[in-house]
C-alpha cells in the first residue's frame, strides 16, 4: 500500500525506512528541503550498515531507497495514501493542525496516525471530523532496530481501524502491543521514570554517565543506557514529556533542575552536538560537565 510520513527527523525517517524495507511505497515529507535530505541520507547510512554487516543484501538496499519518495508540500506527499503517519514535534497544537490539514486531502478510509510518544491520542484525534479513522503507531528508536510497535487506541478510534493498525505493524516485521490511551501509555510512563532518575543520580553525584548508562547496558542487558538515550531523544523533548506526565499523573514526574538547565543552555543532545555527552558526527567523544573523568 502507499503510506505517508510527515517528518524525516530520527523517527520519521526510521518509519519510512522499515515501512519501504516491508514491501510498501513510501512518501516522506518535511516542511524544509535540506530536512528531506537529511533524512533520506540517514535512511541510505543506516542501510550501507546493514549491508556492510551482511543483515541486508545490495539488492534490498536499492529496492528500498527506490520506494522511498520525498516531498515538501503536503498534498502530493498523502495523495492516494492508506495510511498516513505524522512524525512531527511533540506540540500538541502542531500535531493537530496536522491531522486537521490531512484529513482536508485524503480518502474518507485514509487512516492517520501519530508516532507520539506521551500526548493525549484522543485529544489529537478531536481536531478531525471522521475520528473514528485516528490511531497511534508508536514507533522506538533507533527504528530500524528496535522490534515494538505501541498501538495506541484513542477514544474514538474504530476496530477496523485499530485492526488496520495492527496488521501493518506485523506486515513490517514487528512486534505490536495494544494499549489504551493514557498519559505515557505503557513504555513512555516506564521508559521516562527510569530515565528521570539517572538524571537525578547525575544530580546527587552518585555516578558518572558512562557508568549509570553501563549499569543498565549489562546489568539488564538493555540496549543503550538512560543517559545516553535521552541525549538520542533530545533532552528538550525528554523535558515536555516529563512535563506533560506532570500535569497529567503527578509530582513524580517534576524534571531535575539538571535536564532544565541543560535545555535552557540549548545542550539538547546529540542533535546539537552537547547534551549529557559530547557528540561529534553522531558519536560520543566525551561528557558534557565535570564528571569525573577529563573529557
Known amino acids: 500500500m502507499k503510506v505517508a510520513v510527515l517528518g524525516a527527523g530520527t523517527m520519521g525517517n526510521g518509519i519510512a525506512q522499515v515501512t519501504a524495507m516491508a514491501g510498501h511505497d513510501v512518501t516522506m515529507r518535511d516542511i524544509e528541503q535540506e530536512f528531506v535530505d537529511d533524512g533520506l541520507a540517514t535512511i541510505e547510512s543506516n542501510l550501507q550498515g546493514g549491508v556492510d554487516r551482511d543483515k541486508v543484501t545490495q539488492a534490498e538496499m536499492d529496492a528500498t531507497l527506490a520506494r522511498i519518495d520525498t516531498a515538501v508540500e503536503l498534498e502530493p506527499a498523502v495523495e492516494d495514501a492508506d495510511l498516513v503517519i505524522e512524525a512531527v514535534p511533540e506540540q500538541m497544537d502542531l500535531k493537530r493542525d496536522t491531522f486537521a490539514d490531512v484529513e482536508a486531502l485524503v480518502d474518507t478510509d485514509t487512516v492517520i496516525a501519530t508516532n507520539t510518544s506521551s500526548l493525549s491520542i484522543t485529544e489529537i484525534a478531536s481536531a478531525l471530523e471522521h475520528d473514528e479513522r485516528a490511531v497511534g503507531l508508536h514507533f522506538f528508536n533507533p527504528v530500524h532496530l528496535m522490534q515494538l510497535v505501541e498501538v495506541v487506541v484513542p477514544e474514538q478510534s474504530s476496530e477496523s481501524t485499530v485492526a488496520f493498525a495492527e496488521e501493518f505493524v506485523e506486515g513490517i516485521d514487528r512486534t505490536a502491543v495494544t494499549v489504551r490511551d493514557s498519559a505515557g501509555f505503557a513504555s513512555s510512563r516506564l521508559g521516562v521514570t527510569l530515565g528521570v532518575e539517572a538524571i537525578r543520580m547525575l544530580e546527587e553525584g552518585v555516578a558518572s554517565p558512562q557508568d549509570i548508562d553501563a549499569a543498565m547496558e549489562l546489568g539488564y542487558n538493555h540496549p543503550m543506557g538512560p543517559i545516553e538515550l535521552g ?22 514526574f517534576k524534571p531535575p533542575q539538571l535536564l532544565k538547565q541543560k535545555v535552557r543552555a540549548g545542550k539538547l543532545g546529540k542533535k546539537t552536538g552537547e547534551g549529557f555527552y559530547v557528540w561529534e558526527d553522531g558519536e560520543i567523544v566525551g561528557t558534557s560537565g565535570d564528571w569525573g573523568d577529563d573529557a
Open 231 to 252: 541525549d538520542v531523544v533530545g533532552l528538550d523533548v525528554r523535558l515536555d514529556i516529563l512535563e506533560y506526565l506532570r500535569e497529567e499523573l503527578g509530582e513524580r
